[in-house]
């Protein structure tokens, strides 16, 4: 059964930052694509950004570029959500994703075939 457990959500004021994390277990978490998505109340689910297999690739939403980091450490199944210079528009529920991709960093929802439960991100200003 494969599980992605997301931790590291909270409250912060704006400017400050969090580190997301997202726990993989149940798949070969080492050939998979991993995304983060997210979800403001009212809004649709978009694609935040997305890291391939190995780190190589990484794509990233315009609107968090040079602020928003994904990593990945394939010996923990764990990828990472370094989110600096917070604003309120990025608050919202924050998701990871598995895709079997290696090369691919799916953009879409419909690429990826795992999701975690979420996890919320506050920003106040």
């Known amino acids: 059964q494969v599980q992605l457990v997301e931790s590291g959500g909270g409250l912060v004021q704006a400017g400050g930052s969090l580190r997301l994390s997202c726990a993989a277990s149940g798949l070969t978490f080492r050939l998979s694509a991993m995304g983060w998505f997210r979800q403001a109340p009212g809004k649709e689910r978009e694609f935040v950004g997305g890291i391939s297999w190995n780190g190589g690739i990484t794509n990233y939403l315009d609107s968090v570029k040079g602020r928003f980091t994904i990593s990945r450490d394939n010996a923990k199944s764990t990828v990472y959500l370094q989110m600096n210079s917070l604003k309120p528009e990025d608050t919202a529920t924050y998701y990871c994703?598995?895709?079997?991709?290696?090369?691919?960093?799916?953009?879409?929802?419909?690429?990826?075939?795992?999701w975690g439960q979420g996890t919320q991100v506050t920003v106040s200003s």
């Open positions: 994703a598995a895709a079997r991709s290696l090369w691919v960093v799916p953009g879409t929802e419909a690429a990826y075939d795992y």
